[in-house]
């Protein structure tokens, strides 16, 4: 198991390994992806208070869960970095940063596109409006940060500690935030509530979810594979990986060639 | 002439381990190993840009993308017991005086952070060095030759058996390199370590072996 | 204890001999307060409606324009390098820094504060709790302050990158602490968010400086 384990830290088989998960990933993202929607879109009921616009909340309650969940992994993984010394935990705290911000400001969006029609305005101070907008700020910093440094080891851990404050700080902010929201109650709406899950929404929205979560895994190796890629550049392995697509067999064939046809 | 008639233990000893750093995942130098044990001293040689500072401050504990050990008596230099930043003084580039306070405030500063305080001492230090005349001087109005010398003289005013100097020469004028290749010599004898960089070889040190970077 | 102490004392030596570092963000203070009435309104009513906010913004920001002073310049002239090499923990640096910075800049906000009070027209009482508040939670932002300081230490732009950094971290000190001058100001109950600030004080000044102290190691690479 723990062999398993040092594996993990391993780029190269890292590397070797997601090249054959990630088209299962991807397939599997897409397929939840497709059943998710159309369940949501077409076979769930509408609201009886806010009609077909609460079937944003498909896209928009796992955006936001997600943007939560990954921003904790980043952390973690930031963690697991810092105290073990473990190069792929960094890579992949790096790499969740812009996934799990993209997820932040696409709840963002559709949480504006909601309010449109629900409350006639595009943004209110919801309390957790306000804290997913925080929450962008804090993936930002942390993607600002991380490449403000020149050498890659000390953006890496400058990066976690940052993530490791920033996590602590989460729920401390959602709870100021919630609290000073309820100071201020009266530009609120309650119309925000999840509306009551009766399975038929519930479903759709459990597949969505874990529609999502497979988006993430697949983005995700992607880009810890382009990461790696880009800080084993000196590695054997990575030169070998790129100079075979240089040279196909067949611009051999034709360089033989016309070496042959000069020297007839 | 100079000193500190401190004696060291004799039984300390530095070993550095298959020490390098990275800078953008290249390793700047090959690994280096090396043991040191009182009297005994070093200079690291290397063009320039071969990271001559970069493994002085490694050895430090400085570098975040250092791979490889430094063990002080023992327990690595991150150990507390150690005692590593007890008995080493690092002296680079950056002075790490203030420019706003005199020399000798400065001085005092830095010996009471590890010493019993004792001000004669420093304003001894600072008039072995030549400059004891500027001892209420504010940092800030002195010539670098004469901080690089502030900077200098607190090899006698926090006796230490471990030195990494890192181009101590620079900014001397020839009595002072004398005085402080003579200040080496002492160090070493009464148990003392040193690590030295220097871009003129150094003749004066009884002993000094060498360590080219690659 | 003395270690930390004789820290104190030297960063308040070196900080006070420029007075300019002093001045700078009390005068900040001032002037971001009195652009309030400009650009808004004068009406008291409503001066007194935003003067909590106004007051908590404007200090959070001279605050932030004076971490710079305590942090930089040790680690541009080598003192921070030399300071850790000196078997001091790096919890006891950062401390130093941030209480001195407190000493140097925030305590004066809070005695200029009444000042500032009376002209965007709070109330007496609303203006002792704003002090109130201010002693609490200025504390807290210095030392919150000092963890993004101690990240961008090293970094070209790290100034605009610090207040990017900083903002979101300070903002549950700025909620309560606005609510705190808030509800004085209207008469309600305020003992609950000095309560909240008093807590947030006690946590950041014992757990910021361990994340500041890493992040100065990092720096100093």
Redesign the interface.
């Known amino acids: 198991m723990w062999t398993w384990f040092y594996q993990l830290a391993s780029p190269k088989w890292f590397y070797e390994i997601s090249r054959k998960l990630l088209p299962w990933f991807g397939g599997i993202s897409l397929l939840l992806f497709l059943v998710g929607l159309t369940l949501g879109l077409l076979f769930s009921p509408a609201d009886y208070q806010q009609g077909n616009t609460v079937r944003i909340m498909y896209i928009h309650v796992p955006s936001a869960y997600m943007s939560m969940m990954v921003y904790v992994i980043m952390a973690l993984a930031g963690a697991i970095g810092l105290i073990w010394r473990i190069k792929m935990a960094h890579v992949v705290s790096v790499s969740c940063a812009s996934i799990g911000a993209m997820f932040t400001a696409l709840a963002l969006l559709t949480g504006a596109i909601w309010g449109r029609p629900t409350w006639g305005t595009y943004w209110v101070w919801d309390a957790r409006l306000t804290s997913e907008l925080i929450l962008l700020f804090l993936y930002l910093g942390f993607m600002a940060l991380h490449s403000a440094f ?5 953006a890496d ?1 400058a990066a976690a500690v940052l993530a490791l404050v920033g996590l602590v700080n989460i729920p401390i902010i959602h709870f100021s935030v919630e609290w000073w929201n309820t100071l201020h109650q009266g530009a609120t709406l309650s119309k925000f509530e999840k509306p009551s899950m009766e399975t038929s929404m519930l479903i759709p929205l459990l597949t969505m979810i874990f529609a999502f979560k497979f988006y993430f895994l697949t983005a995700l190796m992607h880009k810890v594979r382009a990461e790696i890629l880009l ?4 590695a054997k392995w990575v030169k070998a990986l790129l100079s075979v697509g240089e040279r196909s067999p067949k611009d051999q064939d034709i360089t033989t060639d016309s070496q042959i046809l000069e020297s007839k | 002439m100079a000193v500190t008639s401190a004696e060291y233990n004799r039984n300390n000893r530095l070993e550095i381990h298959n020490l390098t750093v ?5 390793p700047i130098f090959e690994p280096v190993n090396l043991t040191l044990t009182a009297g005994q001293s070093v200079q690291i040689r290397g063009a320039n840009g071969a990271g001559k500072t970069t493994l002085l401050r490694a050895i ?1 504990g ?4 250092h791979e490889g050990e430094v063990n002080w008596n023992q327990h690595s230099i991150f150990d507390k017991s150690s005692r590593f ?2 008995d ?1 003084l ?1 002296l ?10 005199t020399a000798e ?1 400065n001085l005092n ?2 010996r ?3 010493f019993q305080p004792n001000a004669e001492l420093v304003v001894n230090a600072l008039e072995q060095l030549g400059i004891g005349a500027y001892h209420d001087e504010y940092v800030a109005r002195m010539s670098a030759g004469q901080k690089r010398r502030v900077a200098l003289s607190r090899i006698i005013s926090e006796p230490v058996p471990l030195w990494i100097l890192d181009e101590p020469m620079v900014a001397l004028d020839i009595h002072g390199q004398a005085w402080l290749e003579n200040a080496c010599n002492i160090h070493l004898e009464n148990g003392g370590i040193l690590l030295i960089t220097s871009h003129q070889p150094i003749s004066g040190i009884n002993g000094l072996t060498e360590l080219t970077l690659s | 204890m003395s ?1 930390l102490l ?1 820290l104190i004392k ?1 960063e308040l ?2 900080v006070m ?2 007075q300019s570092e002093f001045i700078y963000p009390l005068a900040f203070f001032v002037m971001v307060t009195t652009m309030f009435p400009l650009a808004v309104t004068p009406e008291p009513i409503q001066l007194a409606f935003i003067a909590p906010g106004v007051i908590w913004v404007a200090a959070l920001l001279s605050l932030l324009l004076s971490l710079h002073a305590f942090y930089q ?1 040790d680690f ?4 921070l ?8 923990s790096g919890y006891s640096i950062v401390a130093a820094k941030a209480i001195a910075n407190w000493v140097v800049t925030g305590l004066p906000l809070v005695l200029i504060a009444p000042v500032i009070g009376v002209l965007l027209n709070l109330s007496a009482e609303a203006n002792w709790v704003a002090m109130l508040a201010l002693l609490l939670g200025t504390p807290s932002l210095c030392f919150i302050g000092a963890i993004g300081m101690s990240l961008t230490l090293g970094l070209r732009n790290g100034g605009v990158l610090l207040t990017l950094l900083v903002l979101p971290l300070f903002i549950p000190v700025l909620i309560f602490g606005a609510s705190t001058v808030e509800a004085a100001s209207v008469g309600r109950p305020f003992v609950g968010q000095l309560a909240v600030l008093g807590a947030a004080l006690i946590l950041s000044g014992v757990f910021a400086p361990y994340a500041a102290a890493a992040a100065m ?2 720096s ?2």
């Open positions: 020149d050498d890659k080891k000390s851990k800080r084993e550049k000196q | 990275s800078r953008s995942e290249l430090c400085l570098c975040n993308s930043y007890q080493m690092y680079g580039h950056a002075l790490g005086l203030k420019p706003k306070l405030q500063f830095y009471e952070l590890r | 270690v004789s030297r030596s070196v001999r420029s310049a541009d002239d080598g003192s390098e030399q300071l850790l090499l000196s078997g001091v190691r990092i100093i690479d």
